[in-house]
């Protein structure tokens, strides 16, 4: 009797995945992060003789099968909660379980510093630029975004821990940028001010990689606006903070790595996090520029505020300077090499290029040689 009990408990178990697909469905809400889930392969007699078929079958089998989610953040959780190991690509846990992605922490210590004369010689580029657009009364503005790692390294784990050095993409650009003229927003040297006034508000979430909602919405946001004006001489439709909660229940980026970590089990959260309800001048007199922004995630905390249509005529967004957002609905319309570079810039009175410190090595990704080739 023992042995048939014990026989239907593997029975069932062997019988879950197919039961949870296709009688349950989803068990569990799906996976977070950076998941590409396989696509079922097509059938073709070159494909079936050589095996390519049914090696892609297997994977998208095991990438679709009914429960995987389940299973995956079972495995996930076993390790994180009995060895302390993140199974997220380049996640590192901090001391008091403050999390970092690991290429900021290496930006952070210079192991990405390309070299005094190749940062220059962005710096000239960055400089023509500025100059051309300034010919057809255009602002060019380079914005440094903030890294987590920069901010609070007191709690980078002890086996990550180097050698302080100033030889970094970041030191030598916001040097170089100061000297040579350049229009730029240094957030670091921002935020390590406000750090040390001791905000109220997180400037950083323990659990995400990004600015928090209320760092990126409000501050961040504010500065860029108040920078355009002053740039351009110009009084436009300023963000107002209506009011200010706090919340332990993080909302968007505020807690992005602890998503992407897919535990069973949600990560505890001490800290509340500060989110803004914010409204805008209506006043009609006053000038909105239209803004295109170059730039990477960061600019997400900034362009879902409303930034882009209530301070900003709309410029668009161009996301690592490959996907084209007209709207913050997170549905880009086209990519870059399918428009009129020239007649894209000539439409916009402000160009923003926004990195944080890992992606200063590639800042601009290829948007200020194209732009200085159509513009001379």
Same mark, same amino acid.
């Given at each position: 009797? =023992? $042995?048939?009990?014990?026989?239907?408990?593997?029975?069932?178990?062997?019988?879950?995945?197919?039961? $949870?697909?296709?009688?349950?469905?989803?068990?569990?809400?799906?996976?977070?992060?950076?998941?590409?889930?396989?696509?079922?392969?097509?059938?073709?007699?070159?494909?079936?003789?050589?095996?390519?078929?049914?090696?892609?079958? *297997?994977?998208?089998? +095991?990438?679709?099968?009914?429960?995987?989610?389940?299973?995956?953040?079972? #495995?996930?959780?076993?390790?994180?909660?009995?060895?302390?190991?993140?199974?997220?690509?380049?996640?590192?846990?901090? &001391? !008091?379980?403050?999390?970092?992605?690991?290429?900021?922490?290496?930006?952070?210590?210079?192991?990405?510093? /390309?070299?005094?004369?190749?940062?220059?010689?962005?710096?000239?580029?960055?400089?023509?630029?500025?100059?051309?657009? *300034?010919?057809?009364?255009?602002?060019?503005?380079?914005?440094?975004?903030?890294?987590?790692?920069?901010?609070?390294?007191?709690?980078?784990?002890? !086996?990550?821990?180097?050698?302080?050095?100033?030889?970094? +993409?970041?030191?030598?650009?916001?040097?170089?940028?100061? &000297?040579?003229?350049? +229009?730029?927003?240094?957030? $670091?040297? /921002?935020?390590?001010?406000?750090? #040390?006034?001791?905000?109220?508000?997180?400037?950083?979430? #323990?659990?995400?990689?990004?600015?928090?909602?209320?760092?990126?919405?409000?501050?961040?946001?504010?500065?860029?606006?108040?920078?355009?004006?002053?740039?351009?001489?110009? !009084?436009?439709?300023?963000?107002?903070?209506?009011?200010? *909660?706090?919340?332990?229940?993080?909302?968007?980026?505020?807690?992005?790595? %602890?998503?992407?970590?897919?535990?069973?089990?949600?990560?505890?959260?001490?800290?509340?996090?500060?989110?803004?309800?914010?409204?805008?001048?209506?006043?009609? =007199?006053?000038?909105?520029? =239209?803004?295109?922004?170059?730039? !990477?995630?960061?600019?997400?905390?900034?362009?879902?505020?409303?930034?882009?249509?209530?301070?900003?005529?709309?410029? %668009?967004?161009?996301?690592?300077?490959?996907?084209?957002?007209?709207?913050?609905?997170?549905?880009?319309?086209?990519?870059?090499?399918?428009?009129?570079? =020239?007649?894209?810039?000539?439409?916009?009175?402000?160009?923003?290029?926004?990195?944080?410190?890992? +992606?200063?090595?590639?800042?601009?990704? %290829?948007?200020?040689?194209?732009?200085?080739?159509?513009?001379?």
């Amino acid at each position: 009797m =023992k $042995n048939k009990t014990y026989f239907y408990i593997l029975l069932f178990f062997i019988w879950l995945p197919f039961l $949870n697909k296709y009688i349950c469905y989803r068990a569990i809400h799906s996976l977070e992060g950076n998941v590409v889930l396989r696509e079922k392969p097509s059938l073709n007699k070159t494909t079936w003789f050589s095996g390519k078929y049914q090696e892609d079958f *297997e994977n998208y089998i +095991n990438d679709n099968i009914g429960g995987r989610p389940f299973f995956v953040r079972v #495995k996930n959780q076993i390790y994180y909660s009995l060895f302390d190991i993140i199974k997220a690509n380049g996640i590192v846990d901090g &001391k !008091d379980n403050f999390l970092y992605e690991k290429s900021y922490i290496d930006a952070y210590y210079g192991k990405d510093f /390309l070299g005094k004369d190749t940062l220059h010689s962005t710096v000239l580029k960055i400089q023509k630029l500025q100059s051309l657009l *300034e010919k057809q009364n255009k602002t060019l503005i380079i914005c440094l975004a903030p890294s987590k790692a920069r901010l609070y390294p007191e709690f980078f784990p002890s !086996d990550f821990l180097d050698k302080e050095t100033d030889k970094t +993409n970041y030191d030598y650009y916001k040097d170089d940028l100061k &000297k040579e003229k350049i +229009n730029f927003i240094d957030f $670091n040297s /921002l935020f390590l001010k406000l750090k #040390k006034s001791k905000c109220d508000c997180p400037i950083y979430p #323990k659990y995400g990689i990004h600015w928090s909602e209320y760092t990126s919405g409000t501050l961040a946001t504010d500065s860029l606006i108040k920078y355009i004006e002053a740039k351009r001489n110009i !009084d436009m439709p300023n963000l107002i903070v209506a009011s200010t *909660e706090k919340s332990l229940t993080p909302i968007g980026q505020d807690f992005d790595i %602890g998503a992407s970590m897919n535990l069973l089990v949600d990560l505890k959260i001490t800290t509340p996090m500060c989110y803004a309800k914010i409204k805008w001048d209506s006043d009609k =007199k006053l000038v909105k520029p =239209k803004v295109l922004t170059i730039g !990477d995630s960061y600019y997400w905390g900034i362009f879902i505020t409303g930034v882009p249509t209530r301070s900003f005529s709309l410029g %668009g967004f161009w996301y690592y300077n490959n996907q084209v957002y007209s709207t913050s609905n997170q549905k880009f319309d086209t990519t870059v090499d399918k428009l009129d570079l =020239k007649k894209q810039i000539s439409k916009n009175d402000v160009i923003v290029i926004m990195a944080t410190e890992p +992606n200063l090595s590639k800042l601009g990704w %290829g948007f200020i040689d194209n732009a200085i080739k159509v513009l001379q």
